[in-house]
């Protein structure tokens, strides 16, 4: 199962997850990022297992 959203060819740290969802979205990637990174260090969000699965579920860069 695949979503709709590619993975960022450019805007990418580490496997383009956040960057994609920021261009798809239209936003800045240094606060999703930023946004991310504070929701991963809550314990109620599982921030590297949700990117694990995105980073699976998210289609390649074009």
């Known amino acids: 199962m695949?979503?709709?959203?590619h993975r960022s060819a450019t805007?990418?740290?580490i496997a383009g997850?956040?960057?994609g969802i920021s261009?798809?979205?239209d936003w800045n990637?240094?606060?999703?990022r930023?946004?991310?990174v504070v929701l991963a260090l809550t314990p109620?969000?599982?921030?590297?297992?949700?990117y694990l699965v995105l980073w699976l579920l998210m289609k390649?860069?074009?």
């Open 23 to 25: 261009d798809h979205f």
């Open 11 to 13: 805007n990418r740290v």
């Open 17 to 19: 997850v956040v960057g």
């Open 29 to 32: 990637a240094n606060v999703a």
């Open 34 to 36: 930023l946004i991310f």
């Open 44 to 50: 109620l969000f599982p921030g590297l297992i949700a």
């Open 2 to 5: 695949k979503i709709d959203i």
């Open 60 to 62: 390649d860069p074009q």
